[in-house]
């Protein structure tokens, strides 16, 4: 299927990109494309215009600010996959970002467009939610920091506001191991659950996305752990992750099947990080 007539812009920085929002609230942002091309072409977005922010260099980069890794939006999830200041302050990434899409995804998409979209199927949402990261979103009018337990707010929904952009992404150094596990959708990659854990000699810390309207965290679990990441208390911690009636049913997986994953999967993920 064909896309609605729109008008392509490509922005010279993020304040160019800023002020052509201001002068057309109806524009989208382009960077990967992967989530806005295909709901255009099925016409499920009709943009009047895309402004394209793919090339920015001010959206690019990984950096690090004392225990704070600091990630450009732009940057990609093959980048993420193989720079080793990524590997060494937050490998949860590296591991979560191993599973998104295909090559040409990976190659493409960006850390911020997945941000920005929120999908609820996303893989990052979870593991951004177990490493306590921040996002800083920019507008005409300045900046603000969000920190990721205000920022999903439901399906496609984030507490970004008309004229903003995701610019960075914060995250606390990883003191300790991390893991991914997914059951993802055949065709689309997508996660039909998702878990992410990241230990700690705190404690753990366990999201999950595909299961619900957004990525929730799994505090009940978190709770039965605690400390002691014994085979035996993690089969006791993992019998009942979460209530299925809680939990999306759909054409790819009921309430009752998501639900088993998700014990599933959390088990495997604290396995991981024994």
């Known amino acids: 299927m064909y896309t609605t007539p729109f008008d392509y812009h490509r922005a010279s920085s993020i304040d160019d990109a800023l002020k052509m929002l201001a002068d057309n609230p109806d524009a989208k942002l382009l960077a990967g494309g992967h989530s806005l091309i295909p709901t255009m072409k099925l016409r499920l977005a009709a943009p009047s215009a895309l402004i394209d922010i793919s090339a920015l260099d001010e959206l690019r980069g990984i950096r690090v600010d004392g225990d704070t890794l600091i990630l450009g939006a732009g940057v990609t999830h093959a980048e993420l996959v193989y720079d080793k200041t990524v590997a060494e302050y937050a490998p949860l990434l590296p591991d979560t970002a191993r599973w998104v899409g295909d090559p040409m995804v990976r190659n493409r998409g960006t850390i911020g467009g997945v941000i920005a979209h929120a999908d609820p199927a996303a893989d990052y949402p979870a593991s951004l ?25 439901g399906m496609f929904q984030t507490a970004l506001k008309e004229g903003e952009i995701v610019t960075e992404i914060h995250i606390p150094r990883q003191l300790g191991k991390g893991a991914y596990e997914k059951f993802r959708h055949p065709a689309s990659h997508y996660a039909i659950v998702g878990v992410a854990v990241v230990a700690s000699p705190e404690g ?58 998700a014990g599933v999967l959390t088990r495997r993920a604290l396995m991981r990080v024994r």
Do not use: C
Request: no cysteine.
């Open 129 to 153: 939610l177990a490493l306590g990261a921040q996002f800083k979103l920019k507008s005409a009018g300045g900046e603000r920091v969000v920190g990721v337990d205000d920022y999903f707010m």
């Open 204 to 261: 753990v810390k366990i999201a999950m996305t595909g299961a619900g309207p957004k990525a929730m965290r799994l505090d009940k679990v978190e709770e039965a752990i605690g400390t002691d990441l014994s085979e035996e208390n993690i089969q006791k911690a993992t019998a009942d992750v979460v209530d299925a009636g809680s939990l999306l049913g759909d054409r790819f997986a009921s309430e009752e099947y998501r639900a088993h994953l």
